[in-house]
């Protein structure tokens, strides 16, 4: 496909078989094709043939591909568009040579009267030829293929502007050979337009070749990302290692990662702990610690540590493979915006062809003479070719979602680039999203002479053998003062707490109930100091020792470092935020209070069957509602928002009911993520502006005669070029230096 006419033809003919529905890509040259079980991929691929075009079925990206005949799981090929396109740029590249090396020499003997000799037309006939033949065949043959199915595209407009300025040209000069007979004529002085076909073939082929260039940069994102799986993994099977290649891996074999390889596929660590360079998934710098039990995402870099990780999701299941589809199926979309652009390219052509004769035809009933009309119907035809309009939309989509995917953001489609625009409020679950999602110590008040440090170790060393969350807490940071102390006579009661003897010392540690059953009653004053814990939104355990209550232990929800600064930044957007939990009003306050929400813009005590219809209040009130949320039960209110945000460290129900998915825990990505697409959306919006600006201002200057065709060429072909550069810029979103010093930044690991 060569435009955007190319485009709406293929859509329109698949849009006619019965259920299909059709989305055509002019950069990617691929269709999404959605499709009922009586439409067979044959009959799409035969629709497509007829139409004048050729398809191929295609492995979605990451998808398994099976041998044909066998049985046989072969790894799926991800070179075969990029080889077809590197192709397809050197046969341009072959032609623009050519087209240069012979279009200097015809300028300069037409255009510079001191350079001419006698019949020096027939040379500039003879050089001119290779080029209007040979270099501009990809036109004419996409011109020839297009007439044969009673159809025309921008290729056509090419095709009859070159063919007509050289067959003008030749019947001239061979009706008088004795035209170009003398040397030093002005263009004013002869009727030969050899130059006009050899400048616009060149110049045309020269956009269409930058143009080739940078639809494969504005690509290059997403090959990338798919290539950053390992390609071998070294499977333990018996106790011995085998190096197979990373596609063979089944769920349940167990692999080997030494420090600095890859992880092959996503599973969980059975033997070894290690530091995780998240960063080509998630975007974020900072690795991650991972220990026994502990998920691990495939293409991932353990840094340190060796381990053996059990594979859970291979192939198409993995979140790399899913990441590339999500990119792939955003990429294929089309923005509301461009359905516009779309319409008028179906009927782009054949309204120029007729303004073309138009043109022709004014000019000489009024008076013109035959070189003046032609003249202004040929810059017309030049003018017209919407190669802009068909890229205005894809390219930019291409490059924005490419980006987004080497930053750990994942835009599902088009239309969240609109809904993006349109958000005023934003909710943020508190737990996970806001906060880290994981209690710690806060704070120790002995109430007996035993130490802070004392009643710390005694009530991990009990608490390290129970599950509950708050248990592993109070474990983990006793164990940061040292090896556990041993446990015996361990009993637990749900909802309660735990107690046995470390030591030779009785321990309790609990609920103040739980204390009471155990025969410790605090006194007045520690229930003061319990309750002064509390309205700061601590989670309190009371420790028992020996009869007698000797302290308690304050937990708190540790809010992530720079969520403070991402909700400062999303206000900076224009987005009010508001913060939801089911925790108690003293929790949630004092954590909006650190990172700037104010009171009233806070919602506590909301139980996960009630954020559903908090979200709907809020649209009910007018506010066109963003939701960033991490767990299973944020995913119906994702599904409710205007605007669905996933947290990637969440759970797949909540990345399937967003919209965006940020693969990191940072809540700062989730302003990123709606800076790229609001910048993706403007970039979309100003080439649409400049690609209908430079039709609506191009085709009336030439149909006044105020435009060479050579410079119409020129034109037409650094519109496009225009059009895909400025995408290109966006390839260049957050990294520091490049003008985009307000936009928060993670580090961009994935080369471009």
Not at 7 to 12: H, L, N, Q, S, Y
Request: hydrophobic share 50%.
């Amino acid at each position: 496909m060569t435009c955007a006419s190319c485009v709406a033809r293929v859509e329109r003919k698949l849009g006619k078989l019965d259920g299909v529905q059709a989305s055509v890509n002019l950069p990617l040259e691929s269709a999404q094709v959605t499709v009922p079980d009586t439409v067979t991929d044959q009959q799409i691929i035969d629709t497509v043939t007829a139409t004048g075009y050729t398809a191929r079925l295609k492995a979605a990206p990451g998808a398994d591909r099976l041998a044909q005949d066998s049985d046989e799981t072969v790894a799926p090929d991800l070179s075969d568009d990029a080889s077809a396109a590197s192709a397809a740029s050197a046969g341009l590249r072959r032609r623009l040579l050519l087209a240069v090396a012979l279009t200097l020499p015809v300028v300069t003997i037409s255009m510079i009267p001191a350079a001419q000799f006698p019949h020096w037309g027939w040379w500039a006939f003879a050089l001119s030829l290779p080029v209007v033949t040979w270099a501009a065949w990809p036109f004419h043959r996409a011109a020839a293929i297009n007439a044969r199915h009673l159809a025309s595209t921008m290729d056509t407009l090419v095709s009859i502007g070159v063919s007509a300025a050289f067959l003008f040209s030749s019947w001239q000069l061979f009706a008088d050979p004795s035209l170009t007979a003398h040397t030093g004529m002005a263009m004013s002085t002869h009727t030969l337009y050899f130059e006009v076909a050899a400048v616009v073939t060149t110049f045309l082929l020269l956009g269409r070749y930058l143009e080739a260039n940078a639809k494969q940069r504005a690509g290059n994102a997403l090959k990338e990302l798919l290539n950053l799986g390992a390609k071998e993994a070294t499977v333990v099977r018996d106790g011995v290692e085998v190096q197979v290649p990373a596609y063979r891996l089944q769920p349940g074999d167990v692999f080997l990662v030494r420090p600095g390889e890859k992880i092959a596929t996503d599973g969980y660590v059975v033997e070894g702990n290690s530091a995780v360079d998240t960063s080509l998934i998630t975007g974020e710098s900072l690795p991650v610690e991972v220990d026994v039990d502990d998920t691990v995402v495939g293409a991932t870099i353990n840094t340190n540590g060796r381990l053996l990780v059990k594979a859970t999701r291979v192939g198409s299941e993995t979140t790399l493979a899913q990441m590339g589809r999500l990119v792939s199926q955003a990429q294929s979309g089309k923005a509301p915006i461009a359905r516009l652009a779309d319409r008028i390219s179906a009927v782009f052509v054949p309204v120029v062809l007729a303004i073309a004769a138009a043109t022709f035809t004014v000019w000489m009933l009024a008076g013109g003479d035959l070189q003046s009309s032609f003249t202004a119907a040929v810059a017309v035809l030049v003018i017209a070719c919407p190669c802009a309009l068909g890229l205005a939309t894809p390219t930019a989509l291409l490059t924005g979602t490419g980006r987004g995917a080497q930053m750990g953001i994942l835009i599902k489609g088009p239309q969240v680039l609109e809904d993006t625009r349109t958000v005023d409020t934003i909710v943020l679950d508190k737990t996970g999203t806001v906060t880290t999602g994981r209690l710690s110590v806060a704070g120790i008040h002995s109430f007996t002479p035993a130490s802070q440090d004392e009643i710390l170790t005694y009530a991990g060393a009990v608490e390290s053998a129970s599950e509950h969350p708050i248990a592993r807490a109070i474990a983990r940071a006793a164990q940061a003062n040292g090896p556990l102390l041993p446990v015996s006579g361990f009993d637990s009661a749900p909802g309660g707490g735990v107690r046995g003897t470390v030591n030779g010392r009785q321990i309790v540690a609990g609920r103040a109930g739980w204390l009471q059953a155990n025969g410790i009653e605090p006194e007045a004053g520690h229930y003061t100091a319990l309750q002064g814990q509390e309205d700061a939104g601590a989670t309190v355990i009371w420790v028992g020792i020996d009869g007698v209550a000797a302290g308690i232990i304050s937990l708190t929800d540790t809010v992530k470092a720079g969520s403070a600064a991402a909700i400062s930044r999303l206000k900076a957007l224009g987005l009010h935020p508001v913060l939801l939990t089911g925790d108690n009003a003293a929790v949630a306050a004092v954590v909006a209070a650190e990172v700037g929400i104010p009171a009233e813009d806070v919602m506590a005590g909301v139980l996960p069957e009630g954020k559903v219809e908090a979200v709907r209040k809020l649209q009910a009130s007018g506010a066109t509602v963003a939701m960033a949320g991490d767990g299973v039960n944020d995913a119906a209110a994702l599904a409710q928002a205007d605007l669905g945000i996933a947290m990637g460290s969440g759970t797949d129900v909540a990345i399937a009911a967003a919209d965006l998915t940020v693969m990191g825990n940072d809540l700062g990505q989730v302003a990123q993520a709606i800076e790229l697409s609001r910048r993706t959306l403007a970039t979309i919006k100003t080439n649409l502006f400049w690609a209908f600006f430079y039709n609506a201002v191009g085709i009336p200057v030439a149909a006044l005669g105020l435009l060479n065709p050579m410079i119409a060429g020129a034109a037409m072909a650094a519109s496009s070029v225009l059009v895909v550069s400025n995408s290109l810029r966006l390839r260049r979103f957050g990294r520091p230096g490049r003008g985009d010093a307000s936009i928060p930044r993670l580090p961009a690991t994935t080369p471009v």
